[in-house]
């Protein structure tokens, strides 16, 4: 067990810590779950971003799937190869695409026919040929949380079949794109195989038939969105995962790409948050934290649930039933509802665990929070990965008042 409370008071609360051994342990069971056939894995940069995580992920051999410029940027600074490099987004602004075109990466994600007819002026302009990838929208359930449930039409991602198959033909007549890629992502933290069998299987069908238009699909992107245990979801078992989409690609020379976000990095976070005070309202008992939504939001943004531990005290047998909220002005900004925990004192560290997705990426300043600083573990070190904001930080682009 991670001794919490020196890493508290070494840094601070609140505090993310990133275990970066579990990053790459999680990396070499996907590898070796897809090895018998050509993959490439491009962590989905935006469910941890910090350039120590990106450079310890590149250095595993990963590539990179971004969705903003920005993400593009940071995954070039830490050294992954521009040829890992994917951009994907529904929407991609015409400095992006040009930014992107520039820098020679894999491919672009194209979301509509719109955004191709963009990269075609651009790359038309720039005297390029954007190397593209469309995602398809298979129209199928992820059974998943609606927030982060994608492949449905009712949702903004992708295109239909159809429509991919216009864009493919067009791409190939095309002087200034090159058709070299497919790809679906349904939805996030998702927990059976069988979407993923339905997605992989409408997708091969498809590249099947671009094949006899003479257009050859080279990757096959399978996206990302294997769920993780936060409570008690049975999770999907790789190898079980990896041989859905080997027996929908059966007969396809491709190379496999896939865009795992949380799989690689929600199991090697936490949050530490240490106890300000309780509360008791004659109703209800509440543990008020320094830590809050701004921080950590996804209790606040989708009900998620991560499991708490009061550091020390995980055996203590006295316990009552209490809400752990944070100290921001809304009564979303909570971190758990009606769960278990001892008699808490000032000062008593919580553990929220599986935090390493989706965590810091979405924190805000939110209250004039500063936000909060990363800490990584490795082969039993710590050390800083990104200092907490000081009030300076805070101001620094704000222009001086009259
Ligand atoms: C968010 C996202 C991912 C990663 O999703 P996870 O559920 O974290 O694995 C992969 N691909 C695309 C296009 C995304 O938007």
């Given at each position: 067990?991670?001794?919490?409370?020196?890493?508290?008071?070494?840094?601070?609360?609140p505090?993310?810590?990133?275990?970066?051994?579990?990053?790459?342990?999680?990396?070499t069971?996907?590898?070796?779950?897809?090895?018998?056939?050509k993959?490439?894995?491009?962590?989905?940069?935006?469910a941890?971003?910090?350039?120590?995580?990106?450079?310890?992920?590149?250095?595993?051999?990963?590539?990179?799937?971004?969705?903003?410029?920005?993400?593009v940027?940071?995954?070039?600074?830490?050294?992954?190869?521009k040829y890992?490099?994917?951009?994907?987004?529904?929407?991609?602004?015409?400095?992006?695409?040009?930014?992107?075109?520039?820098?020679?990466?894999?491919?672009?994600?194209?979301?509509?026919?719109?955004?191709?007819g963009?990269?075609?002026?651009?790359?038309?302009?720039?005297?390029?040929?954007?190397r593209?990838?469309?995602?398809?929208?298979?129209?199928?359930?992820?059974?998943?949380?609606?927030?982060?449930?994608?492949?449905?039409?009712?949702n903004?991602?992708?295109?239909?079949?159809?429509?991919?198959?216009?864009?493919?033909?067009?791409?190939?007549?095309?002087?200034?794109?090159?058709?070299?890629?497919?790809?679906?992502?349904?939805?996030?933290?998702?927990?059976?195989?069988?979407?993923?069998?339905?997605?992989?299987l409408?997708?091969?069908?498809?590249v099947?038939?671009?094949?006899?238009?003479?257009?050859?699909?080279?990757?096959?992107?399978?996206?990302?969105?294997?769920?993780?245990?936060?409570?008690?979801?049975?999770?999907?078992?790789?190898y079980?995962?990896?041989?859905?989409?080997?027996?929908?690609?059966?007969?396809l020379?491709?190379?496999l790409?896939?865009?795992?976000?949380r799989?690689l990095?929600?199991?090697?976070?936490?949050?530490l948050?240490?106890?300000?005070?309780?509360?008791?309202?004659?109703?209800?008992?509440?543990?008020?934290?320094?830590?809050?939504?701004?921080?950590?939001?996804?209790?606040?943004?989708?009900?998620?649930?991560?499991?708490?531990?009061v550091?020390?005290?995980e055996?203590?047998?006295?316990?009552?039933?209490?809400?752990?909220?944070?100290?921001?002005?809304?009564?979303?900004?909570?971190?758990a509802?009606?769960?278990?925990?001892?008699?808490?004192?000032?000062?008593?560290?919580?553990?929220?665990?599986?935090?390493?997705?989706?965590?810091?990426?979405?924190?805000?300043?939110?209250?004039?929070r500063?936000?909060?600083a990363?800490?990584?573990?490795?082969?039993?070190?710590?050390?800083?990965?990104?200092q907490?904001?000081?009030?300076?930080?805070?101001?620094?682009?704000?222009?001086?008042?009259?």
């Amino acid at each position: 067990m991670v001794d919490f409370s020196s890493l508290a008071q070494k840094y601070g609360s609140p505090l993310y810590v990133y275990d970066f051994d579990v990053i790459t342990q999680k990396f070499t069971v996907l590898k070796e779950a897809f090895k018998a056939r050509k993959s490439l894995i491009c962590f989905a940069a935006k469910a941890n971003s910090n350039l120590s995580v990106l450079k310890h992920i590149a250095k595993l051999g990963a590539g990179c799937d971004c969705v903003s410029i920005g993400e593009v940027k940071r995954a070039l600074h830490v050294g992954i190869p521009k040829y890992k490099i994917i951009f994907s987004g529904v929407g991609k602004r015409d400095d992006e695409i040009e930014e992107a075109l520039k820098n020679d990466i894999l491919m672009i994600n194209l979301e509509s026919e719109e955004e191709m007819g963009r990269v075609e002026m651009i790359a038309q302009k720039l005297g390029v040929i954007a190397r593209i990838s469309i995602r398809v929208n298979p129209n199928i359930d992820a059974k998943t949380h609606p927030y982060i449930s994608t492949g449905l039409h009712e949702n903004k991602f992708g295109v239909d079949i159809d429509s991919a198959k216009r864009m493919y033909i067009h791409a190939k007549n095309s002087t200034s794109l090159d058709p070299v890629g497919i790809h679906f992502h349904i939805g996030s933290q998702i927990t059976e195989v069988e979407p993923f069998r339905e997605a992989a299987l409408v997708l091969a069908n498809l590249v099947r038939n671009l094949k006899s238009l003479k257009i050859d699909i080279k990757f096959f992107d399978v996206g990302g969105g294997v769920g993780i245990q936060y409570k008690d979801e049975t999770t999907i078992p790789l190898y079980d995962y990896a041989q859905a989409i080997f027996s929908a690609l059966s007969g396809l020379d491709v190379t496999l790409v896939c865009e795992p976000g949380r799989y690689l990095v929600g199991d090697c976070g936490y949050f530490l948050t240490r106890v300000l005070y309780e509360k008791n309202n004659g109703f209800k008992r509440f543990v008020i934290v320094d830590g809050a939504m701004n921080d950590l939001i996804r209790p606040s943004l989708y009900g998620a649930y991560h499991e708490i531990e009061v550091y020390g005290k995980e055996n203590a047998q006295e316990t009552s039933l209490a809400d752990v909220v944070g100290p921001i002005c809304e009564s979303g900004d909570f971190f758990a509802k009606n769960i278990e925990l001892p008699s808490l004192e000032h000062d008593d560290l919580l553990v929220v665990k599986s935090a390493g997705a989706y965590g810091f990426t979405m924190s805000s300043n939110y209250n004039s929070r500063s936000r909060v600083a990363e800490v990584a573990l490795e082969e039993g070190e710590d050390r800083l990965i990104r200092q907490r904001e000081s009030f300076e930080d805070l101001i620094a682009l704000e222009r001086k008042y009259l």
